[in-house]
């Protein structure tokens, strides 16, 4: 099993910044080929905001792309979402998500990043 648990969420003023950690753990963390970060904004649908492999190839949504940025740390089986210039819009639960190599897909529990006008 894979353990996943979001930290760094917050309120911050449009404009601001937060850096998301991703930490995970579990008996077959060694398999996790791909980490994401969702995100669900009230009343909305759960979105993609950003993949990153192992090998460390990422892949921003549009929404974010010069803004946000993937990132991890293999050895500290840790995954990072830096986010600057945050807009009201980035409101939201963010996710992290992991999918090891056997096709398994694991979540955390989410962080609540807010945005004020």
């Known amino acids: 099993q894979v353990q996943l648990v979001e930290s760094g969420g917050g309120l911050v003023q449009g404009g601001g910044s937060l850096r998301l950690s991703c930490a995970a753990s579990?008996?077959?963390?060694?398999?996790?080929?791909?980490t994401a970060w969702y995100r669900q904004a009230p009343g909305k649908q759960r979105e993609l905001v950003a993949t990153?492999?192992?090998?460390?190839?990422?892949n921003h949504a549009d929404s974010v792309k010069g803004r946000f940025t993937i990132s991890r740390d293999n050895a500290k089986n840790a995954v990072y979402l830096q986010m600057n210039s945050l807009k009201p819009d980035d409101t939201g639960v963010y996710y992290c998500?992991?999918?090891?190599?056997?096709?398994?897909?694991?979540w955390g529990q989410g962080t609540q990043v807010t945005v004020s006008t």
């Open positions: 998500s992991a999918r090891s190599h056997w096709g398994m897909h694991y």
């Open positions: 579990g008996s077959v963390v060694f398999s996790i080929d791909l």
């Open positions: 990153i492999t192992r090998d460390g190839f990422t």
